[in-house]
Structures are given as structure tokens and as C-alpha cells.
């Protein structure tokens, strides 16, 4: 069954900018925000914009801006590709860096199943052949689960970017904080000057069988 939010059914939706994401426990937010209070206290941490721990997600696919048509086959996609998968188990991983560590735009901390391991990428495998089927772009890069902590600011270099590196080999942990997510969102994304605000569109639950 797909729960959509009533503030949104009532409205028309043209050129959203849209997402399909996993949402996040309290306890994950609260991980985050502690991973990032210690980073902040080393240097390198001013030539980061750090995210806000609330708006936190796992992003499977990234639609970008969609019109108001395919609104109905976007709902369906999700639908389909949620009818075979298992809730899904996860655990914080470790920290880690866009494009590398030497060379860090987006710091990130990853996630990691803790069974199943093939039931989360499987998972976005289907969403981005369906999305592909729809007319988007195929994904360029292959699916790395993670949760972003900050980005970079622009024109940050040389030996700034070293102390930005240096925060990834501070010795700073992840806590080992296992969660399970049993329903997939659509989101939808609007820019604004003090950061993207987010609206959830539709909730799929994951139908499959646990293993």
C-alpha cells in the first residue's frame, strides 16, 4: 500500500525537482550529528559546509527536475521495484571522501547491509533501470550508499584542502549504529538561499520477504 501526505495529493506538482530516498531514524541523525560536532572541532572544518543531520537521507535515485506527466509512472516504478524487497538492515560504516580522500569535495560516512547484502543495491539497480525506461539519464556512477556530513566550500585548494583531508585521518569513527528502513520515499527537493528544503510525495512500504 503507497501512503501519500496529504498536503501534497491536494496540489500540482510541475517541474519538481525529485528524489527516491530512504528516510532516517532519530538514533542515525544523532550519530551524525555527533560524528560532526567532533570533526568541527578539528582543523580543516571551517572550509566545509556541513549538512544539517535532519535533512540526512540515503539517496537511491536521482530524478532531477520531472513534469507533472510522469508523475503517475514515477509512483509506479517505485511501487514495482519496492514489491520484491525485503525491509532492509543497515549499519554506519566508515568515513570516507568525493571523489578520494586526497582530494575531498564531499566527506561522507558510508552504510553497510547487515544481511542480505545484495537486497539495498538491487534495490536501486531496479529503481535506476525503471527510471532509465522512463526517459532519464542512466546513472553515470555506480551506487556507493552513504550519508553526506558536509561539502566543500567552493575554491578551497592546496594546502586548505590538506587540512580538509586531514579530518578524514584524524581518527574520527563512525558509530556502529544498526537501523532498519521499511519504506522508500519520493521526495521533492526546493533550493533556497539558507539551504533545500524537502517534501515527501509518496511512501512506499518494502513488500518482500525478510531472509
Same mark, same amino acid.
Given at each position: 500500500?503507497?501512503?501519500?501526505?496529504?498536503?501534497?495529493?491536494?496540489?500540482?506538482?510541475?517541474?519538481? /525537482?525529485?528524489?527516491?530516498?530512504?528516510?532516517? $531514524?532519530?538514533?542515525?541523525?544523532? #550519530? *551524525? @550529528?555527533?560524528?560532526?560536532? %567532533? +570533526?568541527?572541532?578539528?582543523?580543516?572544518?571551517?572550509?566545509?559546509?556541513?549538512?544539517?543531520?535532519?535533512?540526512?537521507?540515503?539517496?537511491?535515485?536521482?530524478?532531477?527536475?520531472?513534469?507533472?506527466?510522469?508523475?503517475?509512472?514515477?509512483?509506479?516504478?517505485?511501487?514495482?521495484?519496492?514489491?520484491?524487497?525485503?525491509?532492509?538492515?543497515?549499519?554506519?560504516?566508515?568515513?570516507?571522501?568525493?571523489?578520494?580522500?586526497?582530494?575531498? /569535495?564531499?566527506?561522507?560516512?558510508?552504510?553497510? $547491509?547487515?544481511?542480505?547484502?545484495? #537486497? *539495498? @543495491?538491487?534495490?536501486?539497480? %531496479? +529503481?535506476?533501470?525503471?527510471?532509465?525506461?522512463?526517459?532519464?539519464?542512466?546513472?553515470?556512477?555506480?551506487?556507493?550508499?552513504?550519508?553526506?556530513?558536509?561539502?566543500?566550500?567552493?575554491?578551497?585548494?592546496?594546502?586548505?584542502?590538506?587540512?580538509?583531508?586531514?579530518?578524514?585521518?584524524?581518527?574520527?569513527?563512525?558509530?556502529?549504529?544498526?537501523?532498519?528502513?521499511?519504506?522508500?520515499?519520493?521526495?521533492?527537493?526546493?533550493?533556497?538561499?539558507?539551504?533545500?528544503?524537502?517534501?515527501?510525495?509518496?511512501?512506499?512500504?518494502?513488500?518482500?520477504?525478510?531472509?
Amino acid at each position: 500500500r503507497i501512503l501519500y501526505s496529504p498536503s501534497v495529493v491536494a496540489r500540482h506538482v510541475m517541474n519538481s /525537482r525529485l528524489f527516491i530516498a530512504l528516510e532516517l $531514524p532519530e538514533a542515525v541523525r544523532l #550519530a *551524525l @550529528a555527533e560524528v560532526q560536532t %567532533r +570533526l568541527q572541532a578539528l582543523p580543516g572544518a571551517r572550509f566545509v559546509r556541513w549538512v544539517d543531520p535532519n535533512d540526512a537521507h540515503l539517496t537511491l535515485r536521482f530524478l532531477g527536475d520531472t513534469d507533472e506527466d510522469l508523475m503517475a509512472h514515477v509512483r509506479s516504478l517505485i511501487e514495482e521495484a519496492t514489491m520484491s524487497c525485503p525491509p532492509l538492515a543497515l549499519q554506519l560504516a566508515g568515513l570516507g571522501a568525493f571523489p578520494s580522500v586526497s582530494r575531498p /569535495r564531499v566527506l561522507w560516512i558510508g552504510l553497510e $547491509p547487515v544481511r542480505d547484502p545484495e #537486497a *539495498l @543495491a538491487g534495490l536501486a539497480d %531496479r +529503481l535506476d533501470r525503471s527510471a532509465v525506461r522512463l526517459g532519464y539519464e542512466p546513472e553515470k556512477r555506480g551506487f556507493s550508499p552513504h550519508l553526506t556530513l558536509g561539502r566543500v566550500k567552493r575554491g578551497v585548494g592546496g594546502r586548505e584542502m590538506a587540512q580538509v583531508s586531514g579530518l578524514l585521518e584524524a581518527g574520527v569513527e563512525a558509530p556502529k549504529v544498526g537501523f532498519t528502513v521499511s519504506e522508500v520515499c519520493l521526495m521533492e527537493s526546493i533550493l533556497r538561499p539558507e539551504g533545500p528544503v524537502y517534501s515527501r510525495l509518496q511512501v512506499a512500504v518494502l513488500k518482500g520477504p525478510a531472509s
